[in-house]
């Protein structure tokens, strides 16, 4: 099983990004997706996640209006569609699978499966 991330890149603030992650090795289409980020020297934190059908996203606070994930459950993908990056979004991000949304959100130690990491540098 493996979930193979990319789309990330060097991109100046106020630009967009978009990053996908195709899951192979199984279907997830009843797991919830979601994307974490990592900065240098900081903790692994939650960005976005959705449902297991895409009806029900979350964001993190500093995200939220920037950033949207979606999925494709006949591609067995999920998406992170980044725009008015700023400089504070530079990290590795990470896509992830955890068997609910909830479980997504509540703690990383739920998570079932990661990506490998994609990097993500904002200019300002």
């Known amino acids: 099983v493996q979930l193979q991330a990319s789309g990330g890149g060097l991109v100046q603030a106020g630009g967009s990004l978009r990053l996908s992650c195709a899951a192979s090795g199984r279907s997830f289409s009843s797991d919830a997706l979601g994307w974490f980020r990592q900065a240098p020297g900081k903790e692994r934190e939650f960005v976005a996640g959705i449902s297991w059908a895409g009806g029900t996203t979350h964001y993190a606070d500093s995200v939220e209006g920037r950033l949207t994930i979606s999925r494709d459950n006949a591609k067995n993908t999920v998406y992170l569609q980044m725009n008015s990056l700023k400089p504070e979004d530079t990290a590795v991000y990470y896509c992830?699978?955890?068997?609910?949304?909830?479980?997504?959100?509540?703690?990383?130690?739920?998570?079932?499966?990661w990506g490998q990491g994609t990097q993500v540098t904002v200019s300002s």
């Open positions: 992830a699978a955890a068997p609910t949304l909830g479980a997504l959100i509540r703690t990383i130690r739920l998570v079932e499966y």
